[in-house]
């Protein structure tokens, strides 16, 4: 598995900005068969995909956050990252930077970082 350690998460008012960062590691195979992604997970709700990075470079987000959240990654799949701006309340949660391999999220996962919007 794909070793993954998140940075970044924080407090903030509403409107505020966040950068998470994703330190990964360790791929088992070639990191140009891997996607990486953010998921996040609010208390008693199912963890979510926020955005991912596809096998071509191309980004893909969740509704809620389209226009808010930029996710970027090197080159070589080192460092993950998410812009967040404009965050709102229902943004809080803990997020997750995950590897997939050939885009198959579920096997590999960082231990979460909490980001904390208050209105």
């Known amino acids: 598995q794909v070793r993954l350690v998140e940075s970044g998460g924080g407090s903030v008012q509403t409107g505020g900005s966040l950068r998470l960062s994703c330190a990964a590691s360790?791929?088992?195979?070639?990191?140009?068969?891997?996607?990486l992604g953010w998921f996040r997970q609010a208390p008693g709700k199912e963890r979510e995909r926020v955005a991912f990075i596809n096998l071509g470079g191309a980004a893909n987000y969740a509704d809620s956050v389209k226009g808010r959240f930029t996710i970027s990654q090197d080159n070589a799949k080192n460092t993950l990252y998410l812009q967040m701006n404009s965050l709102k309340p229902e943004d809080t949660a803990m997020y997750y930077c995950?590897?997939?391999?050939?885009?198959?999220?579920?096997?590999?996962w960082g231990q979460g970082t909490q980001v904390t919007v208050s209105s």
């Open positions: 360790g791929y088992p195979y070639s990191y140009s068969r891997y996607c």
């Open positions: 995950a590897a997939g391999l050939m885009c198959s999220f579920g096997r590999s």
